[in-house]
């Protein structure tokens, strides 16, 4: 899923001036799940943000609202009847980046803010804890690897092994986090496939990632 | 002979070679560069020539490169893949070609984390394998990662690194396999600070049939005192100071720990001379090149160009 995490009130405050009714929207997908912008998100943020401005001698109505999901256009249409009854300002959007973009998009007269950062294509670790494992590279080779991708969880993103730094199987960059090198090795070992390892892989085609604007995918079957 | 540097023939020749590291200052005055290149001059074979050495910014590795080469000393150009695409790593390549650089040697560089610009965004394109691999087209056939051929560049006398010190042990000899495929001609060894250790890895080399195809350097780094000792054995990972050393280093004033630090060394220069499969050393001073003739004249080795 995608990952996020709420931006501090300090720099959403400073957003908000000169905005004294906003909608803050929710989102029930991802950033649910990583608990950043769901129902129950979006309900302390905005108290949050009510209480900070009523201290600052500037009081601010914020109603909230949570779609199904921000990253459908059919969703986004429910913001349609309140945006044009309500006559809010700004809308705040408390989804990846693809909800505030999608919002901005379709209503062209409010000013959009995210709430949230979006972090990366990750996990969960542990309750609260979450990591990233996918650089969407758009031309996955994990298979070579015993499963796990270097691309994304070595810090340097090496195909061939690791870097000097990483003896003692931890990551000198991020000393937290496994080497993960040392996992491929072991899983190699364990899968009798450490004749793989020693080939030489060519120079990785990243066409498929940041080279050439908007990615997109079409499905043919599916397009109507 | 393959690019006809004075490194290669001297390798080639089966003689003991001295190669030192220069990590150039950030600086445009070419008087500075020439001021510390006395410090190489007459006293090694060839100079390691940093680029932008642990992220933090320093004068271009091929300008300072060529600079030296106008002092009649030997560079070996370094090339990290943090800070370059492969359009620019073969660009630069292609100049080096150009200015007269022989030698090249190839790794991915420390991350930014640890330079003077730990926001930037790195780049890591490639990897330093596939940068060895990338020097050996541009070398041999004239081509280039993405096909075209262009015209021949260099030729290049190749390098890449080694960690002898990182586990497993095995994976660390199928490394040096993957480099010596690329194409290395030869490797200079992360810092030697446990000799038995290290023969192990250069033992495991021969048997892997490694160390017929190409040359080993042992780095070796003079330790200014117990507590850059102990500084290094804990911070810098991949680099274990043996508990033999640091008694050494503890055992004299700290006044004197510099010059103990610079005799240690000297004792392991003499050591790796006599290790088989170990055809030379490469100091590291960290910054510190004035100690290098002091230290070489300790070990009591010679430079071939001494010796010429």
């Known amino acids: 899923m995608i990952i996020a995490e709420r931006k501090p009130i300090k720099e959403l405050l400073e957003m908000l001036v000169g905005h004294d009714h906003v909608l803050l929207v929710g989102c029930k997908g991802c950033v649910t799940v990583c608990n950043a912008g769901g129902v129950r998100e979006v309900g302390v943020l905005a108290s949050a943000l009510r209480i900070a401005r009523r201290r600052q001698g500037r009081p601010i109505g914020i109603d909230e609202m949570t779609l199904d999901r921000q990253c459908e256009p059919e969703f986004i249409s429910w913001l349609e009847e309140p945006l044009r009854e309500k006559g809010y300002t700004a809308v705040m959007s408390a989804a990846c980046s693809v909800g505030p973009q999608y919002i901005a998009e379709r209503f062209d007269r409010v000013a959009v803010m995210p709430a949230l950062n979006t972090k990366f294509i990750g996990g969960t670790l542990e309750h609260g804890v979450w990591a990233e494992f996918c650089r969407a590279c758009g031309n996955c080779g994990i298979h070579n690897f015993g499963g796990l991708c270097p691309i994304t969880r070595c810090s340097k993103g090496l195909l061939h092994g690791p870097c000097a730094g990483s003896s003692g199987s931890k990551c000198e960059v991020r000393p937290e986090v496994d080497c993960i090198w040392h996992l491929i090795y072991q899983r190699m070992k364990n899968l009798g496939q450490i004749e793989k390892l020693k080939a030489l892989k060519p120079a990785k085609d990243w066409s498929g990632y940041w080279s050439g604007g908007v990615r997109r995918v079409v499905r043919e079957d599916l397009t109507l | ?308």
């Open chain 2, 1 to 308: 002979m393959k690019a006809g540097s004075n490194l290669e023939r001297l390798l080639r020749s089966g003689q003991f070679t001295i190669t030192a590291e220069f990590v150039p200052p950030a600086t445009g005055d070419r008087g500075l560069i020439e001021r510390q290149a006395r410090y190489f001059k007459g006293h090694v074979d060839a100079v390691n020539v940093a680029d932008n050495m642990g992220a933090v910014v320093g004068t271009a590795s091929w300008a300072v490169s060529r600079a030296l080469l106008d002092l009649g000393l030997e560079p070996i150009m370094s090339l990290v893949t943090r800070d370059r695409n492969r359009i620019a790593l073969q660009s630069d390549l292609l100049g080096a070609s150009l200015l007269g650089i022989r030698n090249v040697f190839c790794t991915t560089g420390e991350h930014q984390k640890f330079g003077d610009h730990p926001e930037a965004l790195n780049v890591y394109d490639i990897d330093s394998v596939q940068l060895v691999n990338a020097v050996r087209g541009l070398s041999g056939s004239g081509k280039l990662l993405g096909g075209a051929v262009c015209d021949k560049a260099g030729p290049f006398f190749v390098g890449a690194a080694a960690n002898p010190f990182g586990d497993p042990a095995d994976f660390m000899i199928l490394r040096l396999g993957q480099k010596v495929r690329a194409g290395a001609d030869f490797i200079q060894s992360q810092p030697v600070f446990d000799p038995e250790k290290f023969g192990h890895w250069v033992r495991l080399a021969r048997e892997e049939g490694l160390i017929e195809k190409c040359f080993i350097l042992a780095t070796v780094m003079p330790l200014r005192s117990a507590r850059e000792a102990r500084a290094i054995h804990e911070k810098r990972r991949g680099v274990e100071i043996s508990q033999d050393i640091m008694t050494r280093l503890e055992g004299v004033p700290e006044p004197e720990q510099a010059r103990e630090g610079l005799r240690i060394c000297a004792e392991q220069m003499q050591a790796l001379k006599e290790m088989k499969g170990v055809q030379g050393v490469h100091i590291m001073s960290a910054g510190r090149e004035e100690v290098i003739p002091e230290l070489i004249k300790e070990s009591g080795l010679e430079t071939a160009r001494a010796r010429d």
